[in-house]
């Protein structure tokens, strides 16, 4: 994959054939093809949860809100 990150850096367009979701990690868009037609397009992040579903590629978690105390009384 570091070869990628070095083609990306210099400017280089750099197309991948992969069946592994985690290679995806070093990619900006991806295509999806089905018997050969399109079936999706766009930025990784998008498809990937399109398709199988959110935070596949391994990278910073999300941040959430911590859960807020309940202000009901019994």
Avoid: F, W
Avoid at 32 to 38: F, S
Avoid at 40 to 61: N, S, T
């Amino acid at each position: 994959m570091n070869t990628i990150l070095r083609l990306k850096e210099a400017g280089r367009t750099v197309v991948m054939v992969t069946h592994k979701t985690n290679a995806l990690a070093q990619c900006d868009a991806i295509l999806v093809l089905q018997d050969g037609a399109v079936q999706a397009y766009g930025p990784r992040d998008e498809i990937l949860a399109k398709i199988v579903g959110p935070r596949v590629v391994p990278g910073p978690a999300p941040t959430a809100a911590p859960p807020q105390a309940s202000t009901q009384t019994k």
